[in-house]
């Protein structure tokens, strides 16, 4: 989690570092499936000027406060998609909205910040939550991490800690959503690339053809019910099993 204040400047969550792992672990197995050209997308969200895309729902129940946050991200360019005034209209807004990033008081009405990112970050209503806070005391800081928040900063606001926060955040929640994207299609490639080898398995035992002649016959197949490679292997393996 970033923390920036006014002596500050710290990165610390063991999340985190899972995630890291996951992302090279994935890297990993890229490369052993598709080569080393499948590294090059994987970056691609490094390159990309996260101002001009970024959505941005600014939460807090002084007026002036939001104006002024708002005021400050419009002209760094970011695009500011709502405000609030307590956390349960937060949580509503991105719901409806789905926001990039979310700036969250932490001191508020009805829903406080800290409960209203829980809810936010466990629905994955947006790709970011940071907190403004007063104060960093050890068990708001506890708190922060255990809710998922990316990153929060110590009042005053000023541009020159929020809009690193703003940068840094947004980055760590595109690489987590491609983490998990990630993850998910290689856990489909993975399942098809097994189904493939033991549907090839049948067809060499019955047809007694090679392993290239079998995976030729399900490319085959595939190609002429318009179905996936998947799809059809499992077709064989279910038409096998008794």
Avoid: W
């Avoid at 990993?28 to 990309?48: D, H, P």
């Avoid at 926001?99 to 970011?128: C, F, N, Q, T, Y």
């Avoid at 959503?177 to 033991?198: G, N, T």
């Amino acid at each position: 989690m970033l923390v920036i204040g006014k002596n500050q400047v710290s990165l610390d969550s063991q999340t985190e570092i899972d995630y890291i792992d996951a992302f090279i672990t994935i890297l990993s197995v890229k490369v052993q499936l598709y080569g080393f050209e499948a590294l090059t997308n994987s970056f691609n969200i490094f390159k990309e000027d996260n101002r001009m895309k970024c959505r941005i729902v600014v939460t807090d129940d002084e007026l002036i406060t939001r104006m002024d946050l708002s005021e400050i991200l419009k002209e760094e360019g970011y695009d500011v998609v709502g405000q609030a005034s307590d956390g349960f209209d937060a949580v509503e807004l991105c719901r409806k909205l789905r926001p990039d990033l979310v700036l969250m008081d932490v001191k508020m009405p009805i829903l406080d910040g800290i409960k209203a990112s829980r809810v936010i970050i466990k629905e994955e209503l947006a790709l970011s939550v940071v907190l403004l806070t007063a104060y960093s005391g050890i068990e708001f800081l506890e708190q922060a991490k255990e809710v998922g928040v990316m990153g929060y900063i110590v009042k005053p606001v000023s541009s020159q800690n929020l809009i690193p926060t703003i940068e840094i955040a947004v980055a760590k929640g595109k690489l987590i959503k491609k983490i998990k994207e990630d993850a998910e299609k290689l856990k489909d490639q993975l399942e098809a690339r097994k189904s493939i080898d033991r549907a090839k398995g049948i067809l060499m035992d019955k047809d007694k053809i090679s392993d290239n002649e079998a995976y030729n016959l399900i490319r085959k197949l595939s190609m002429e019910k318009h179905a996936s490679m998947k799809n059809i292997a499992n077709a064989i393996i279910m038409n096998h099993v008794e």
